[in-house]
Each structure stands twice: as C-alpha cells, then as structure tokens.
C-alpha cells in the first residue's frame, strides 16, 4: 500500500516520461476519490509539467440535475481545474459504453492536444475500462437483447446474475443484480461471441499510457464514510432534489432516475413505500454492497497503485 508522498512523485515520473499520459483514479463509493483527484490536479500544476483536466467516469454524474444524490463536485470545489463530461445528458437520455467511449476518447485527445494531463477520475468499472483497456461495444442483436431482458424481468435478474456467475464469476462479482443493462451486455457479448466480459475488457491495448491509482479504505471505515454520506445527502435535501426531478416531468421510467438511491426515493414519493424513516438505511447498505462488487472488479488488476490514506477529507 503506497503513501500519497510516494503516489505523487509516481504521477510526476509518470508525465515526464510519456507521451501519451493518462492518470487513472479509481476506488470505491466515498473512499475519497474527489480529493485525490483534485490534490493530484494541483500538484501537476504545481509542478509545472502542464495543466491538468479532469474527465469524470461516474455514469451518474452524467446527468443534469442529479447533484446531490450522486455527490458531484460543486464549481467552487474544482479550485479552478477544469472538469468534463459532468452535466451533459437529460436524465431521460439513455447512456451506452458506445457513447462515453467515443466521448471521452475525444476528449482525452483534446486535452492531449493542448498539451496539458488528462485525469479519468470514476467508479463506474465498465467506463474507466472502455478507455484503459480499449473495451469495445459490443456486437449487438436486437432478438438476443429482447430475449435477454425478458429473462431478467421475470424474476428481476435473479437467474440470469446466477447463470453470469457460473460463466464469468469475476464480471458477475462487479456487476449488480440491479444494473439489468449491464447484466444483459455481460450475458449479450457470451451469447454472441463466446467471449467472457472479463476477458474482453482486457483484450485491447489502451490508446494512451495510464497511470492506474486506487483509493481504498478499511472496510469499517468505508462503510461508515458511506452511511455518512447518505445521511448527508438527506440532510442536504436529496429527497426535495427528487420531488422536483418528478414535479418537472420525469419519470420513474427515465435512466436518470433508476440511478442507485434516486429509484429508492422516487418509489417513496410514489408509493409511500419504503417509508421516509427507512430510506437512508436501506440505500446505504445498498450502497455499501456497491463498494464491495467495485473493489471485486478491480482487486486483480496489478497495474493500480493502492493508497490507502491521501488526507482527503471530502467523501467521494
């Protein structure tokens, strides 16, 4: 486990030696990954080996509107360091790893192209793969897909998380019983190519020269910075943030809104249940086993360099 002295001269060799440098944040819900981006951003200014961008890989925080229910960093904790591909799709825009690798591949060139850092900085597994291991999209087949989703909603994705076990069990290990888009790509791609999710997003060589650094806590302590922070998001009005999503004439049905805690909340402003009292709890631990399933996909991936202490202080 590296310190985070030892962690910047890493990202200082690091630049000075490519040509192509990308810096990779990853880590958990709430172990911290917003403060490490932006302390690293500053010393790479600070530096003076070029300016650097940070480029979000958090599939929520894609999304307008979603602010507090997905901790997104407010402009004035960006402390002048410019940050992408936060706020760019309606809630009611569905979002495909077709779509942000195209997108974030520009613009990583772009920033490239400026001469300054790119830094990719996010916990949704299948985005920050799609770019360090050149993931592609996959085949498609509209009549396997159909079939596929058909499976998953008999049972709510229950057989089909368990057939992905017993075919590819370190990509059904990272992929929630919740994320039917996920799960259906996963079974989709062995379907049509025999090939394991796990294989393939290891399969391609990355376009850039990544530097993969991970921010991890002990359990306890993680899962409590994760209770704290929803109970946070609740004091900070997560649930008003929601009513207005719905007075505004979104829907259950809307991508946005079936986001890991937004679906708890607007199923409690529909249907009374769960109840107001029940909610933080219950999308905590939800959220805790999120951690876990993000720390399952990453944990044999030898090129993250693991700190485990970044004096970072806000969770992220």
């Known amino acids: 486990m590296e310190t985070h002295l030892h962690i910047l001269r890493l990202v200082g060799d690091h630049i000075n030696r490519s040509s192509r440098p990308l810096v990779v944040i990853v880590g958990p819900t709430a172990s911290g990954?917003?403060?490490?981006s932006i302390a690293v951003a500053e010393h790479i200014?600070?530096?003076?080996?070029?300016?650097c961008e940070i480029v979000n890989a958090d599939s929520r925080q894609l999304y307008k509107h979603l602010d507090i229910g997905t901790a997104?960093?407010?402009?004035?904790?960006?402390?002048?360091?410019?940050?992408?591909?936060?706020?760019?799709?309606?809630?009611?825009?569905?979002?495909?790893?077709?779509?942000?690798?195209?997108?974030?591949?520009?613009?990583?060139d772009d920033i490239l192209a400026r001469g300054n850092v790119p830094m990719l900085v996010?916990?949704?597994?299948?985005?920050?793969?799609?770019?360090v291991d050149g993931l592609e999209p996959?085949?498609?087949?509209?009549?396997?897909r159909r079939r596929l989703e058909e499976d998953y909603d008999r049972d709510e994705g229950h057989t089909l998380h368990r057939k992905l076990a017993d075919i590819d069990p370190e990509a059904a290990g990272g992929i929630p019983l919740q994320n039917k888009v996920y799960l259906v790509r996963a079974m989709e791609l062995v379907a049509l190519t025999g090939t394991k999710l796990?294989?393939?997003?290891?399969?391609?060589?990355?376009?850039?020269?990544?530097l993969m650094i991970g921010i991890t806590r002990p359990k306890a302590e993680l899962y409590e910075r994760i209770r704290q922070r929803v109970m946070a998001m609740f004091d900070a009005g997560w649930v008003e943030e929601v009513r207005s999503l719905l007075a505004r004439g979104y829907t259950a049905d809307d991508p946005g809104l079936k986001s890991h805690?937004?679906?708890e909340i607007v199923s409690h402003l529909l249907t009374g249940s769960p109840t107001r009292e029940a909610l933080p709890?219950?999308?905590?631990?939800?959220?805790?086993?999120?951690?876990?399933?993000?720390?399952?996909?990453?944990?044999?991936?030898?090129?993250?360099?693991?700190?485990?202490?970044?004096?970072?202080?806000?969770t992220a």
Not at 33 to 36: A, H, L, P, R, Y
Not at 122 to 131: A, D, H, P, Q, R
């Open 138 to 144: 996959l085949p498609f087949d509209s009549a396997i």
């Open 122 to 131: 996010g916990g949704s597994m299948l985005y920050v793969s799609v770019i």
């Open 261 to 263: 805690g937004y679906r």
């Open 33 to 36: 990954k917003t403060d490490v």
């Open 72 to 108: 997104k960093i407010r402009p004035e904790e960006m402390r002048g360091i410019p940050h992408h591909l936060l706020d760019v799709l309606d809630p009611k825009e569905e979002v495909t790893i077709a779509w942000y690798k195209e997108r974030g591949m520009k613009v990583i």
């Open 198 to 210: 796990s294989e393939a997003k290891r399969s391609s060589d990355c376009p850039y020269d990544p």
């Open 45 to 51: 200014r600070a530096s003076g080996r070029g300016d």
């Open 281 to 314: 709890a219950l999308i905590a631990s939800k959220t805790q086993r999120y951690a876990k399933r993000q720390m399952t996909w990453w944990r044999h991936d030898e090129r993250i360099q693991w700190v485990a202490r970044f004096r970072a202080s806000r």
